[in-house]
């Protein structure tokens, strides 16, 4: 596999990304594992949601995915070449506590000591996510994030991966996209578990922060070498579609469900009252109890920012009328280009994201823990040519320097996604990857964006 030849050429404004911005790709354990009944794993709820009928596109579901679980070394060996420092992965929970609860088990926990000794071998540094959705379906049984016990079970789950990987993993993140896990899961059922219930999405968001807490404060407690701890949270610029009212009504509520709701509580140990008020509207309430905001409020180390778009919103509907329904806005198109997932570009938003976050919350140090995008890609003559997605990866890594001229304190980016990947309910319809994989065969091959990555990561280092 050739990957001499340079191709870079990029916007000039990525060059002051400074020499200790760090580089990535990230991935995630269902994405990309497979071996979903190997070695004691058992169920999480996407092996289940998968089983759904009219769920998932295909009826495709993760049980092979990339079969990473057998070809960790090779998939190690290609990260390091694309000359990345850091490797942003998920450890799969039924696979380390079957059922989620009661002891390790071993040899699923086995699979992931000797992937961070793999990525250390390679000079790449691991960088571990404790849950990226893939809940065991024992737990969900049992009421799911809905339920208080969940925080706890998450936390005495994290300190069994914690108690075995803390000698040799200096960055940790609880949670992946908790909006994703609350929202999606358990409101619109567009992802696993696949409930549409909108007060027990709102319980879910208490629990998931909770669980966030209780781990950090239990991993930092134990932790004997210097060890960061953080979060990470998908999040776009919201804007309102016109000066009306309506419309800057709209964006706040979508703001405070999608981002504030979970930054308020992180940082400053409280829900923002606007939000709070909303809910009362519909005779929600969030379930704290006293001393959970002061265990959600852990000292954050570092935000990890997930960013694929930003979105205009209204608060009327097509025909001019009121929306009247909360939590739903409607969203109005920029008009721009979009990606494979339907899903607008918008750069100069990711820029206004991590100049807003970081106003809003100074002092909070983020590392861009996801960013890509989907293309329709073509393996034709083993090459992929995906100059979109170099356009894209270039527009928003210059999004990123920009923001970081206005002051954000941004420290790292990591690449979505290492390699094409179980996509979740479009199944393996849209790819995202720097490597392109043939589910048939396995076979990975280097796309031109990966060249395209890699040799913008060696032009800034020889700097």
Same mark, same amino acid.
């Given at each position: 596999?050739?990957?001499?030849?340079?191709?870079?050429?990029?916007?000039?404004?990525?060059?002051?990304?400074?020499?200790?911005?760090?580089?990535?790709?990230?991935?995630?354990?269902?994405?990309?594992?497979? #071996?979903? #009944?190997?070695?004691?794993?058992?169920?999480?709820?996407?092996?289940?949601?998968?089983?759904?009928?009219?769920?998932?596109?295909?009826?495709?579901?993760?049980?092979?995915?990339?079969?990473?679980?057998?070809?960790?070394?090779?998939?190690?060996?290609? !990260?390091?070449?694309?000359?990345?420092?850091?490797?942003?992965?998920?450890?799969?929970?039924?696979?380390?506590?079957?059922?989620?609860?009661?002891?390790?088990?071993?040899?699923?926990?086995?699979?992931?000591?000797?992937?961070?000794?793999?990525?250390?071998?390679?000079?790449?540094?691991?960088?571990?996510?404790?849950?990226?959705?893939?809940?065991?379906?024992?737990?969900?049984?049992?009421?799911?994030?809905?339920?208080?016990?969940?925080?706890?079970?998450?936390?005495?789950?994290?300190?069994?991966?914690?108690?075995?990987?803390?000698?040799?993993?200096?960055?940790?993140?609880?949670?992946?996209?908790?909006?994703?896990?609350?929202?999606?899961?358990?409101?619109?059922?567009?992802?696993?578990? $696949?409930?549409?219930?909108?007060?027990?999405?709102?319980?879910?968001?208490?629990?998931?922060?909770?669980?966030?807490?209780?781990?950090?404060?239990?991993?930092?407690?134990?932790?004997?070498?210097?060890?960061?701890?953080?979060?990470?949270?998908?999040?776009?610029?919201?804007?309102?579609?016109?000066?009306?009212?309506?419309?800057?009504?709209?964006?706040?509520?979508?703001?405070?469900?999608?981002?504030?709701?979970?930054?308020?509580?992180?940082?400053?140990?409280?829900?923002?009252?606007?939000?709070?008020?909303?809910?009362?509207?519909?005779? !929600?309430?969030?379930?704290?109890?006293?001393?959970?905001?002061? !265990?959600?409020?852990?000292?954050?180390?570092?935000?990890?920012?997930?960013?694929?778009?930003?979105?205009?919103?209204?608060?009327?509907?097509?025909?001019?009328?009121?929306?009247?329904?909360?939590?739903?806005?409607?969203?109005?198109?920029?008009?721009?280009?979009?990606?494979?997932?339907?899903?607008?570009?918008?750069?100069?938003?990711?820029?206004?994201?991590?100049?807003?976050?970081?106003?809003?919350?100074?002092?909070?140090?983020?590392?861009?823990?996801?960013?890509?995008?989907?293309?329709?890609?073509?393996?034709?003559? $083993?090459?992929?040519?995906?100059?979109?997605? !170099?356009?894209?990866?270039?527009?928003?890594?210059?999004?990123?320097?920009?923001?970081?001229?206005?002051?954000?304190?941004?420290?790292?980016?990591?690449?979505?996604?290492?390699?094409?990947?179980?996509?979740?309910?479009?199944?393996?319809?849209?790819?995202? $990857?720097?490597?392109?994989?043939?589910?048939?065969?396995?076979?990975?091959?280097?796309?031109?964006?990966?060249?395209?990555?890699?040799?913008?990561?060696?032009?800034?280092?020889?700097?």
């Amino acid at each position: 596999m050739d990957i001499t030849a340079p191709i870079a050429a990029h916007d000039a404004v990525i060059d002051t990304l400074p020499a200790t911005f760090h580089w990535g790709v990230a991935t995630s354990a269902y994405q990309i594992e497979g #071996a979903v #009944a190997e070695d004691g794993r058992t169920a999480s709820i996407w092996d289940t949601y998968c089983r759904v009928p009219g769920m998932v596109h295909n009826a495709d579901h993760g049980d092979v995915a990339c079969d990473h679980y057998h070809r960790m070394p090779e998939d190690v060996a290609l !990260i390091a070449a694309l000359g990345v420092d850091t490797y942003r992965f998920s450890v799969a929970w039924p696979r380390v506590q079957p059922g989620g609860k009661g002891p390790v088990n071993p040899a699923g926990l086995g699979f992931y000591d000797r992937l961070v000794d793999e990525l250390l071998g390679r000079g790449v540094d691991p960088w571990l996510t404790l849950y990226h959705w893939d809940l065991p379906q024992e737990l969900e049984d049992a009421g799911g994030w809905p339920v208080r016990d969940t925080a706890y079970r998450f936390a005495d789950y994290s300190m069994l991966v914690f108690d075995a990987l803390s000698d040799r993993v200096r960055t940790w993140t609880t949670l992946n996209e908790p909006w994703c896990s609350a929202h999606l899961g358990y409101y619109e059922g567009r992802q696993a578990p $696949g409930r549409q219930d909108f007060p027990a999405s709102i319980n879910a968001v208490h629990h998931l922060l909770l669980g966030h807490g209780l781990a950090t404060q239990r991993m930092r407690e134990a932790a004997t070498l210097p060890t960061e701890f953080g979060i990470s949270l998908n999040m776009g610029n919201a804007t309102p579609a016109s000066d009306s009212l309506a419309d800057r009504e709209a964006a706040r509520r979508y703001d405070g469900l999608a981002r504030r709701i979970y930054l308020d509580p992180l940082v400053y140990g409280r829900y923002p009252e606007d939000v709070l008020s909303d809910l009362a509207k519909v005779n !929600i309430e969030i379930p704290v109890l006293d001393g959970d905001l002061e !265990i959600i409020a852990q000292p954050l180390d570092v935000l990890g920012v997930n960013y694929y778009s930003s979105a205009r919103y209204t608060g009327v509907d097509a025909e001019g009328y009121e929306l009247n329904a909360y939590p739903d806005e409607r969203v109005v198109p920029f008009g721009r280009p979009v990606t494979a997932m339907d899903w607008e570009i918008v750069p100069e938003g990711f820029t206004e994201l991590l100049v807003k976050i970081s106003r809003e919350y100074p002092g909070l140090p983020m590392v861009i823990t996801e960013n890509g995008a989907a293309f329709d890609d073509v393996l034709d003559d $083993g090459v992929v040519q995906d100059a979109d997605r !170099i356009a894209y990866f270039d527009a928003h890594l210059a999004a990123v320097a920009r923001a970081r001229q206005a002051g954000a304190d941004v420290r790292g980016y990591f690449a979505w996604s290492l390699m094409d990947n179980f996509e979740w309910s479009y199944g393996y319809a849209k790819r995202f $990857g720097l490597i392109h994989v043939d589910y048939d065969t396995q076979e990975r091959t280097l796309k031109q964006s990966a060249r395209w990555y890699r040799d913008v990561i060696r032009h800034l280092r020889a700097r």
